[in-house]
């Protein structure tokens, strides 16, 4: 239904649309990073998009996946970007939907931020910089929107043990505290 | 758990006489006058609202007014998941509440956890707090939280609550010291 979304895009940002596609009725453009703010700008303004409601944001983080029954060459491997962050924009006037994919690897996991485009985004981007710990350039605060302060890491990553807890508090005559045995730690 | 709560009176009797007359009196006041603060924090609250409403009616055991500040409070339930950040909180309204208290865990995810095993949920509220009498559940019956609630109140009458038994053991010390 919004194919014709990605052809226009297509015919105004070649350089800028890596590739696009369609997936559960959803179409997606795979955007390069530098360019995402100019073409996010332009799907708001023009007349013919209108892209004016901001579904959601999130990430996808890509490590160690090898899905059963696809060929080894479309498996995550090192080389590959480890995160794509996915912006879901919709527009109430056009009734179309389209998804920007934006690709980041891990030792550089910055994407430009969208929440000066839409306001709504930006909490959106604190929960996906909390969970997956993705920098927004451009974001007028970046903080944890859900963990407290003193969480270190980012649990929705992959490689985060699934169940190490970071507690803030716990009872002096427990058996087994965890916040005494970490300091133990740091003291050897 | 269910031969104590059918002893009859004689035998009720025998396990009051081991405590003066004034304890007796004043734990039998305590358990018929609870004032429950319900730290209310997930989908269990639901469960509570109808046993505190008119058809389970918490009332009948004399624990019927939710009191919304912890200084008025002598009974924590804490219904519904306790999550790593909330821990600080969950100190802090549990030592704001004057003593003796008392400290219901409503439900499996304030007992263990449940089944949240991961990064942001607490295995269990007595990782921060002690607890006296946990309900099992997802959510519990009413019945369930009837039942565990005389079972409380067996347990005030008897002086075996975690912070009654904290106070006889200061008043052990302090008059050992004395000495």
């Known amino acids: 239904m919004a194919q014709k979304v990605l052809d226009a895009l297509e015919a105004k940002f070649a350089h800028a649309v890596v590739r696009t596609g369609s997936a559960h009725g959803d179409e997606i453009a795979w955007i390069k990073r530098e360019n995402l703010v100019e073409v996010a700008r332009w799907l708001r303004d023009d007349a013919a998009m209108s892209f004016d409601y901001p579904v959601f944001c999130t990430c996808i983080d890509w490590l160690d996946w090898k899905p059963i029954g696809l060929p080894p060459e479309q498996h995550w491997s090192e080389d590959k970007p480890r995160f794509t962050v996915c912006y879901q924009l919709r527009s109430l006037t056009h009734r179309h939907r389209i998804r920007l994919e934006i690709e980041a690897p891990e030792h550089d996991a910055r994407v430009p931020s969208l929440s000066e485009l839409w306001p709504a985004f930006n909490w959106q981007e604190r929960e996906t910089f909390d969970m997956y710990g993705i920098r927004f350039d451009g974001h007028p605060d970046l903080r944890r929107i859900y963990l407290y302060e003193e969480f270190v890491g980012y649990p929705l990553r992959k490689d985060y043990p699934k169940e190490k807890r970071q507690p803030l508090v716990r009872r002096d005559d427990l058996p087994i505290n965890p916040i005494k045995r970490a300091g133990h730690e740091e003291k050897r | 758990m269910a ?28 358990k018929f006058s609870l004032f429950t603060y319900p730290f209310v924090t997930a989908c269990c609250g639901m469960e509570f609202m109808s046993v505190a409403g008119p058809k389970y ?36 309204v549990f030592d704001q ?33 002690p607890v006296d009498v946990y309900i099992p559940g997802c959510p519990p019956r009413p019945e369930q939280v009837l039942d565990a609630l005389i079972l409380l109140m067996d347990r005030i009458q008897n002086g075996r609550g975690h912070s009654q038994l904290r106070m006889k053991r200061e008043q052990l010390i302090a008059s050992a010291t004395e000495e």
């Not at chain 2, 950040?85 to 100190?91: C, D, E, I, T, Y």
């Not at chain 2, 949240?116 to 607490?122: L, V």
């Open chain 2, 97 to 129: 509440m004057a003593e003796p208290k008392w400290v219901i865990a409503f439900g499996v995810c304030a007992s263990t956890g449940g089944f949240y095993q991961n990064y942001h949920s607490m295995p269990g509220a007595d990782q921060v707090i």
């Open chain 2, 3 to 30: 031969v104590e709560l059918t002893t009859t009176r004689l035998e009720d009797a025998a396990k009051w006489a081991k405590q003066s007359k004034l304890e007796r009196a004043t734990n039998w006041g305590r």
């Open chain 2, 57 to 92: 009616d918490l009332a009948r055991f004399g624990a019927e007014f939710p009191r919304f500040s912890p200084r008025q409070s002598d009974l924590l339930m804490i219904v519904g998941t306790i999550t790593e950040k909330q821990g600080p909180a969950l100190k802090r």
